[in-house]
């Protein structure tokens, strides 16, 4: 088993940046490509990031990229989601997830572990 625990969740402005992290525990974390999901209320999960195990290759949905950076330090067994420019659609719970393979992928179903999630909320 790898449990994942998100945090750095919170109540911000519009134009505000976060950045949250996902500490892993359990197994090697480094063998793992990580990605990030976000749930609206009244919304399906859907796809924020990815990247993958050696942090080489990233992946990101339209709505964020440029504003949104995913990271990671195998040596903290922790991924990072850097929000800047926040806007009042990004207000979610946000989800950390792993799953094994060589590809990044974008459906919640190929994730094998998932964290609790943390929320995050932006004021206009």
């Known amino acids: 088993q790898l449990q994942l625990v998100e945090s750095g969740g919170g109540l911000v402005q519009a134009g505000a940046s976060l950045r949250l992290s996902c500490a892993a525990s359990g197994r090697t974390f480094s063998s793992y490509n990580m990605g990030w999901f976000r749930q609206a209320p009244g919304k399906e999960r859907e796809f924020v990031c990815a990247i993958n195990w050696s942090g080489g290759s990233t992946y990101y949905v339209d709505c964020v990229r440029g504003r949104f950076t995913i990271s990671r330090d195998n040596a903290k067994n922790t991924v990072y989601l850097q929000m800047n420019s926040l806007k009042p659609e990004d207000t979610a719970v946000y989800y950390c997830?792993?799953?094994?393979?060589?590809?990044?992928?974008?459906?919640?179903?190929?994730?094998?572990?998932w964290g609790q999630g943390t929320q995050v909320t932006v004021s206009s």
């Open positions: 997830a792993a799953r094994s393979g060589s590809t990044l992928r974008r459906l919640a179903g190929e994730y094998d572990y």
